[in-house]
Each structure stands twice: as structure tokens, then as C-alpha cells.
């Protein structure tokens, strides 16, 4: 790892260039590739989702829907300190929209990607002192242990994946009645979320 920063930008944006012209999952991918990945080397705060929405394969821009405002919600965070770079870096298991399955929902993220970037991603990120794992397949992707676990119990022993890992239900529609159900999230999980993310980013 290249210890001087402004190298060590060059490098990362070499690789974001890099991410950003894949087309390795070209002919599997409805609209297209539009690799949607952002963050620099200051980055304390790395947040690992799905893959991009429709809006966001749209826009270009991370979270830039409804679940976007659920999770800068529970993270206690505006948009302004969210979409800073020089503290905030945010990638998918999967960096493009997989398109819809046939029952309206998006598919599952395309496996390509994290073999070919995230170790490559994330050893350009030296600063990250918190990872967030967002939903089912973040958590599966980077604790391979956690795979076959029902997300429930997952999300039930979040305090096991400190200090390095955050686990939290992905911010869709469906959290809405899950976390009415499970009220230890709100009272238990979310402060203690915006204590650590508060603590990373403003270090």
C-alpha cells in the first residue's frame, strides 16, 4: 500500500476507473453496466449493501432512494456527511442493477463482482475503522461463517460482528413491520449504530 496520500488517491482512482468500465456481467444485466461504487482513501466509514436499485442505477448516486432515507435515518446522518467521500465509502456485493426477478423483486447481486474488487476495493480504504454489512448477502459475502444463519439470527447477535463489523437489516419497505416486531432494534441497536458511526466519521 502506497503510504503517501496523494499516491495512494491516484491508485484508488485508478481502480474506481477501472470498476467503473467493467463489463464483465455485460450480457446478464438488463440495462446494462453502470457500476456504482464511490469513496477515498480518508474513508472511516465503509458501508457494504446489495447492489444498486433501479433509481440508483438511474442517477448514478448510492442510496438515492426511499431505503437511502431509512439508512442515512438510522445511521444519523444528513446526506451532506453521508455522501462525503472523504469519510463515507459505499459498495455493493454486487456494483451494477441485476434488473427484476419475474415476482417484482430485484435480483440477487451478480457473484462477478466481489471476487474481481472488494479485496482490491478494500485494500485501498487503510482508514476504515467501521464496516457496515447491509442485508442478507453483505453479511454472507463477508462473514462466510454467517451464510447459512437465518438473518434474524444474525441480526439478533449484531454485538458478536463488533467492533469491526455492523450488521443491519437491509433499509427497504419490508424493515418497516420486521423492526415493529423486533423493538430491541430501534431501542437497542440504533443508538448504539450512531454512536460508533458518529465516532468513525468524525474522528
Same mark, same amino acid.
Given at each position: 500500500?502506497?503510504?503517501?496520500?496523494? =499516491?495512494?488517491?491516484? =491508485? +484508488?482512482?485508478?481502480?474506481?476507473?477501472? *470498476?467503473?468500465?467493467?463489463?464483465?456481467?455485460?450480457? &446478464?444485466?438488463?440495462?446494462?453496466?453502470?457500476?456504482?461504487?464511490?469513496?477515498?482513501?480518508? !474513508?472511516?466509514?465503509?458501508? *457494504?449493501?446489495?447492489?444498486? @436499485?433501479?433509481?440508483? &442505477?438511474?442517477?448514478?448516486?448510492?442510496? =438515492?432512494?426511499?431505503?437511502?432515507?431509512? +439508512?442515512?435515518?438510522?445511521?444519523?446522518?444528513?446526506?451532506?456527511?453521508?455522501?462525503? #467521500?472523504?469519510?463515507?465509502?459505499?459498495? @455493493?456485493?454486487?456494483?451494477?442493477?441485476?434488473?427484476?426477478?419475474?415476482?417484482?423483486? =430485484?435480483?440477487?447481486?451478480?457473484? #462477478?463482482?466481489?471476487?474481481?474488487?472488494? !479485496?482490491?476495493?478494500?485494500?485501498?480504504?487503510?482508514?476504515?475503522?467501521?464496516?457496515?454489512?447491509?442485508?442478507?448477502?453483505?453479511?454472507?459475502?463477508?462473514?462466510?461463517?454467517?451464510?447459512?444463519?437465518?438473518?434474524?439470527?444474525?441480526?439478533?447477535?449484531?454485538? !458478536?460482528?463488533?467492533?469491526?463489523?455492523?450488521?443491519?437489516?437491509?433499509?427497504?419497505? &419490508?424493515? *418497516?413491520?420486521?423492526?415493529?416486531?423486533?423493538?430491541?432494534?430501534?431501542?437497542?441497536?440504533?443508538? #448504539?449504530?450512531?454512536?460508533?458511526?458518529? !465516532?468513525?466519521?468524525?474522528?
Amino acid at each position: 500500500m502506497n503510504p503517501n496520500p496523494a =499516491d495512494a488517491a491516484e =491508485d +484508488l482512482d485508478r481502480l474506481l476507473a477501472e *470498476i467503473r468500465s467493467c463489463r464483465v456481467c455485460a450480457a &446478464h444485466l438488463p440495462l446494462g453496466p453502470r457500476p456504482v461504487v464511490r469513496g477515498r482513501p480518508t !474513508a472511516r466509514l465503509l458501508i *457494504i449493501s446489495q447492489a444498486p @436499485g433501479l433509481r440508483v &442505477h438511474q442517477t448514478g448516486l448510492s442510496f =438515492d432512494d426511499k431505503s437511502g432515507d431509512r +439508512l442515512r435515518f438510522w445511521l444519523g446522518l444528513d446526506p451532506d456527511r453521508f455522501y462525503d #467521500e472523504s469519510r463515507v465509502a459505499v459498495m @455493493g456485493v454486487g456494483f451494477c442493477y441485476p434488473g427484476r426477478a419475474p415476482s417484482g423483486a =430485484d435480483l440477487p447481486p451478480r457473484r #462477478e463482482c466481489a471476487p474481481l474488487w472488494h !479485496a482490491r476495493m478494500r485494500a485501498l480504504l487503510p482508514a476504515v475503522e467501521l464496516t457496515l454489512l447491509i442485508g442478507r448477502y453483505a453479511v454472507g459475502c463477508c462473514l462466510p461463517s454467517q451464510r447459512a444463519t437465518p438473518m434474524s439470527r444474525v441480526l439478533a447477535r449484531w454485538r !458478536a460482528f463488533l467492533p469491526e463489523y455492523f450488521v443491519l437489516p437491509h433499509p427497504s419497505w &419490508h424493515t *418497516i413491520r420486521w423492526s415493529r416486531d423486533n423493538p430491541w432494534f430501534e431501542n437497542e441497536v440504533l443508538p #448504539e449504530l450512531r454512536t460508533r458511526v458518529a !465516532a468513525a466519521i468524525n474522528r
